[in-house]
């Protein structure tokens, strides 16, 4: 079993920028693909970004691709999500995931999920 805590979230404006932490206990970090995935109300989860398990291979979807940034240290069974530059549409439910498929857009391939941290952008 594998338990996630993210961390990080809060309330910033327009232009700022916010390092999202999720960190790992339980089983090997090593084994997992990790991924963060954001939830509004009456949306559906959708992908943030994901990076494999030796960091190495990263992907995000396009609309945030050059804005937001993921990354791990698997010395301190950490993953990373900073994102610059945000806007209220960022504003969102945060979480992170870890299975066994990097690259993987779909929330059910994701085995185990932290409870999320909220972000607020304000105007």
């Known amino acids: 079993q594998v338990q996630l805590v993210e961390s990080g979230g809060g309330l910033v404006q327009t232009g700022d920028s916010l390092t999202l932490s999720c960190v790992a206990s339980g089983r090997n970090f090593l084994d997992y693909a990790v991924a963060w995935f954001r939830q509004t109300p009456g949306k559906e989860r959708e992908l943030v970004a994901t990076v494999n398990q030796s960091g190495e291979n990263k992907y995000y979807e396009d609309f945030w691709k050059g804005r937001f940034t993921i990354s791990r240290d698997n010395a301190k069974n950490s993953v990373y999500l900073q994102m610059n530059n945000l806007n209220p549409g960022d504003t969102a439910l945060y979480y992170c995931?870890?299975?066994?498929?990097?690259?993987?857009?779909?929330?059910?391939?994701?085995?185990?999920w932290g409870q999320g941290t909220q972000v607020t952008v304000s105007s």
């Open positions: 995931a870890a299975g066994y498929y990097p690259g993987s857009s779909l929330p059910e391939r994701y085995a185990y």
